[in-house]
């Protein structure tokens, strides 16, 4: 196979052909480095200017205000799982988890291990097909902090108005919609996101976090999971994942020069995602779209077919065509094309 195919992964998922193609270019020799990227010193020149790239990119893309730290680190978004509860839910503190799909209940699970939780919404009984009204939210305003998913990858159920949580610092894990769209980001405390599925490789995580959460990680935690070491030492108290930052800064910078900004990137992937479903809707009911309307994913499109050997037909015949990637997660089966800000209209059309 010879040529790129229209790559419909969730993850890891398809990445910006220039991107690629600026990484392939300097994959042997990083200018001024006279090596690669990955053969030199996190502490060099060329990687400081790397790294000061790819946080200043994610900084004017959100429109960080000065009191968000960026950082980069390892152990993708399952590792935010447990790194969360174990700096912020602490002895008699509890916290608010929104279970919207498969990835929500897994950070649940995870925080069991280190305190108290409280489920403040779950949508498992309805099959993860729709989002809480904020009137359903059983809230707890001295929760050490709420958590939720913006997009659920799996089920494609995707948040377009952020839970409002009053003074409770809001969580959010944005692994499958991060720098899909403007974000209001005075509403967050913390939003995480595994790199590779809008920004990068896997091996990362990209976590923003505002400075009083910061303040409030206690003593003791092990170095490596401790955000405050993290941000102390600009994502550089070990030696980081350097290509996938790299990869990140590449990504980023893609987004702002030739896409031009959260705007349009919200704008073009709308649109992909509009023609979609008005293909699944106007299908006359052969293909059923899982979300209700108004929770859509614009990242993870996912439907049914009358049959699961239809399905599975459907998945052949569109691999035989050249779109790879379609088959629904193993747990829920169906289809689901993702179609994250790197895949092309064309693609979708
Ligand atoms: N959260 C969400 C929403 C995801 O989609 C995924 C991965 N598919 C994860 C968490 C886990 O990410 P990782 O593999 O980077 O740990």
């Known amino acids: 196979m010879a040529q790129r195919v229209y790559n419909f992964s969730a993850g890891p998922a398809a990445l910006p052909l220039p991107a690629l193609e600026e990484a392939q270019k300097n994959l042997l020799v990083y200018p001024g480095a006279g090596a690669s990227i990955m053969e030199i010193s996190h502490r060099s020149k060329q990687f400081a200017e790397v790294l000061a790239g790819a946080k200043d990119n994610v900084q004017k893309l959100l429109n960080l205000p000065e009191n968000y730290k960026v950082l980069f680190i390892q152990g993708g978004a399952s590792l935010q ?94 692994s499958s919609d991060i720098l ?85 990137v919200a704008s073009l992937n709308k649109k992909k995602a509009r023609l979609l479903y008005t293909m699944i809707d106007g299908s006359g009911g052969f293909y059923r779209g899982h979300a209700v309307k108004e929770a859509r994913s614009v990242m993870n499109v996912t439907w049914r077919l009358p049959s699961e050997e239809l399905e599975q037909q459907f998945v052949k015949e569109a691999t035989a065509a050249g779109m790879h990637g379609l088959k629904g997660h193993r747990s829920v089966g169906g289809i689901r094309a993702s179609i994250y800000t790197a895949m092309t209209l064309e693609g979708v059309e």
């Open 81 to 174: 799982f447990s790194m969360i509860p174990m700096n912020f839910l602490g002895e008699g503190k509890s916290a608010d988890y929104i279970l919207t799909g498969s990835w929500g209940n897994k950070a649940l699970k995870e925080a069991k291990k280190s305190g108290t939780v409280n489920v403040a919404w779950n949508g498992k009984e309805e099959g993860f097909n729709r989002l809480p009204q904020q009137d359903e939210l059983k809230l707890d305003p001295k929760a050490a902090y709420c958590h939720f998913t913006s997009n659920e990858t799996i089920e494609g159920v995707e948040f377009f108005v952020e839970p409002e949580t009053g003074d409770v610092p809001l969580v959010c894990d944005a």
């Open 180 to 264: 899909s769209r403007p974000l209001p980001i005075e509403k967050y405390g913390l939003i995480y996101a595994g790199a590779q599925k809008n920004i990068g490789p896997s091996g990362v995580a990209l976590v923003i976090i505002r400075d009083d959460l910061l303040a409030r990680v206690p003593e003791g935690l092990p170095s490596m999971l401790d955000y405050k070491i993290a941000a102390d030492n600009d994502s550089l108290y070990n030696t980081p994942p350097c290509f996938a930052i790299y990869m990140i800064k590449l990504v980023t910078q893609w987004l702002l020069d030739d896409i031009g900004g959260l705007e349009e």
